[in-house]
């Protein structure tokens, strides 16, 4: 009877369904899903066992491709978002991708990894009752508290010399500043969301609202010599500064501009090795 025990014990373990994750990665302001192959990212995760599954990009009339399905233990989708849109478009634009990716992996873990904006707006999406049963949020470099570079995007735009009042001054911001102008102009609504917070502004909003109790990390960027990167203080990359979130998460530094390194990577893929672990 022992023996039949241990045959029918191993044809158990032999046919349990392997843990499949899906790990979901948000892309930042200025940015779109290229750029965490252009960082190296993508190719680091894969060379640690999350196999790149695809794009996922929902169109303005919100409808999003299916997901093609992965047979991979662990796969990662990037997503395309309206990026110089208002954070809360945003978001809306991510839930669609995801009620997307659940239909596709209903029983997966699903992890979101946001850099600098696209972790707030990962963070936004999962106010309330967490309806995609997210497990995991990374966040790399995202200013939860705002950064005062917003503030400098819009003085850029707002900027009206007295020397030259009225519709002259637009030309000459749109001549000289070229397409990284014309960015920012179209991009007010999320430079504002992404202002320090401040009393009645988005993210003393967001900052205050509950959150549901899944697993919280923030990846923080730091320069020598600096309190955090060239863009966000350290403070505001700090998710464990959100009031409501204080306490619950777990937050680790990386020397590095702002921008995505194949470090994020590595860190990305040991944490959610270590998790899956326990």
């Known amino acids: 009877?022992?023996?039949?025990?241990?045959?029918?014990?191993?044809l158990l373990t032999l046919v349990q369904p392997v843990q499949a994750d899906v790990l979901v990665l948000v892309h930042g302001y200025m940015a779109d899903a290229r750029s965490w192959e252009a960082s190296g990212v993508t190719a680091t995760l894969a060379s640690r066992g999350w196999q790149p599954a695809g794009v996922l990009t929902p169109t303005p009339n919100g409808i999003v491709s299916p997901v093609a399905l992965s047979q991979a233990a662990n796969k990662s989708y990037s997503v395309n978002l309206p990026a110089a849109a208002p954070l809360q478009v945003q978001a809306t634009a991510l839930a669609r991708v995801l009620d997307v990716v659940r239909q596709q992996y209903p029983q997966e873990r699903l992890v979101l990894a946001?850099?600098?904006?696209?972790?707030?707006?990962?963070?936004?999406?999962?106010?309330?009752?967490?309806?995609?049963?997210?497990?995991?949020?990374v966040s790399i470099a995202s200013p939860h508290l705002g950064t005062g570079r917003a503030a400098q995007g819009l003085d850029l735009v707002d900027f009206n010399p007295f020397f030259c009042p009225g519709p002259g001054i637009d030309f000459m911001k749109h001549a000289?500043?070229?397409?990284?102008?014309?960015?920012?102009?179209?991009?007010?609504?999320?430079?504002?969301?992404?202002?320090?917070?401040?009393?009645g502004n988005i993210l003393a909003w967001l900052n205050r609202q509950p959150y549901p109790d899944i697993h919280y990390y923030a990846i923080v960027h730091t320069l020598p010599y600096e309190s955090g990167d060239d863009i966000v203080p350290a403070y505001s990359?700090?998710?464990n500064n959100v009031p409501t979130l204080r306490g619950r998460v777990k937050t680790l530094y990386i020397p590095a501009?702002?921008?995505l390194n194949p470090q994020d990577g590595i860190l990305l893929a040991t944490l959610l090795a270590q998790q899956s672990r326990r």
């Open 1 to 10: 009877m022992k023996q039949l025990s241990f045959l029918t014990a191993l």
């Open 114 to 137: 946001g850099h600098s904006a696209g972790g707030v707006v990962a963070r936004m999406m999962l106010t309330g009752q967490n309806p995609y049963a997210v497990d995991t949020l």
């Open 176 to 199: 000289l500043g070229g397409d990284e102008y014309d960015y920012l102009e179209h991009s007010r609504g999320a430079l504002i969301d992404l202002l320090p917070e401040a009393s």
């Open 237 to 239: 990359q700090d998710m």
């Open 257 to 259: 501009s702002h921008s």
